[in-house]
């Protein structure tokens, strides 16, 4: 299972993966049934989640609605330490997460919009570099696993603080590995080469302990909010949580 997953991953493009995941899934949400994991996203319980990730993790893709350990975090951020659910707000998001698109679309207190250069799930095309909205218009963005695939992250990140409200915030999580400096080079377009240097074949760089530093360059205000080790262990590990994420939340600048 974890080599089918890893090799569909790598090799099947993303648009295609989003399309036909949640018909595949129907199977092991019969198979997995139990109590051990329980999912806060989707309210579903199961005896283990999927394994997931080129490298594979154990205990991670929830079967009924897709959430990855980050988008289990992130829902408990949300819930625990903002009024995403109850305030009245205007929401980007790019690169929508399966997850919680239909979630999001029915809160009555969201005008949601979500955008994608090339994602199937989102209403609106729309390249980050030049985000077709006017200043201030935004409460919230989130724009999560993408700015390793952009030709300029730190342009991507002065479009997001440009359409955020002047008491607007975000979410941008990327994966950051234990490396003191963001590695890139713009002149590696090998997609194998890119694997070895980045992590995978169509990222463009790979970010460093110096994430939150790296995209406050932009004029945004990134902090690291590491709401994961203030959560009680037994729930972190009910809801099969990554006990070393980092939840980058950004502000206008």
Same mark, same amino acid.
């Given at each position: ?48 989640f999927l394994p997931y990730g080129r ?68 209403k609106v095309k729309m390249d980050i ?18 700015? !390793?695939? /952009?030709?300029?992250?730190?342009? #991507?990140?002065? &479009? %997001?603080?440009? *359409? ?23 002149t590696i377009t090998d997609p194998r ?40 262990? !037994?729930? /972190?590990?009910?809801?099969?949580? #990554?006990?070393? &994420? %980092?939840?980058? *939340?950004?502000?206008?600048?």
């Amino acid at each position: 299972m974890k080599r089918i997953i890893s090799f569909v991953i790598r090799f099947i493009p993303r648009p295609i993966l989003q399309r036909v995941s949640p018909v595949i899934m129907h199977f092991f949400k019969l198979t997995l049934r139990g109590s051990a994991v329980h999912c806060p996203v989707c309210d579903h319980s199961y005896q283990n989640f999927l394994p997931y990730g080129r490298i594979s993790r154990e205990n991670a893709l929830c079967p009924n609605c897709l959430s990855l350990e980050r988008h289990r975090l992130m829902w408990l951020f949300l819930k625990e330490e903002t009024e995403f659910f109850t305030a009245k707000l205007k929401v980007l998001h790019v690169a929508p997460e399966h997850c919680f698109i239909d979630r999001f679309e029915k809160l009555p207190n969201l005008e949601y919009i979500t955008a994608d250069i090339e994602s199937p799930l989102a209403k609106v095309k729309m390249d980050i570099h030049q985000i077709p909205f006017p200043e201030n218009t935004f409460d919230v963005v989130f724009c999560n696993h993408v700015l !390793e695939h /952009v030709k300029d992250d730190i342009q #991507a990140c002065q &479009e %997001i603080n440009r *359409v955020l409200k002047s008491n607007g915030w975000g979410i941008l999580q990327s994966p950051v590995y234990p490396i003191e400096k963001t590695i890139e080079d713009k002149t590696i377009t090998d997609p194998r080469e890119r694997e070895r240097l980045f992590g995978q074949r169509d990222h463009v760089r790979k970010f460093g302990k110096d994430y939150a530093k790296r995209l406050s360059t932009s004029g945004l205000n990134v902090e690291e909010n590491q709401l994961v080790k203030r959560i009680d262990p !037994e729930i /972190v590990s009910k809801y099969a949580l #990554a006990k070393d &994420e %980092i939840i980058f *939340v950004c502000r206008k600048g």
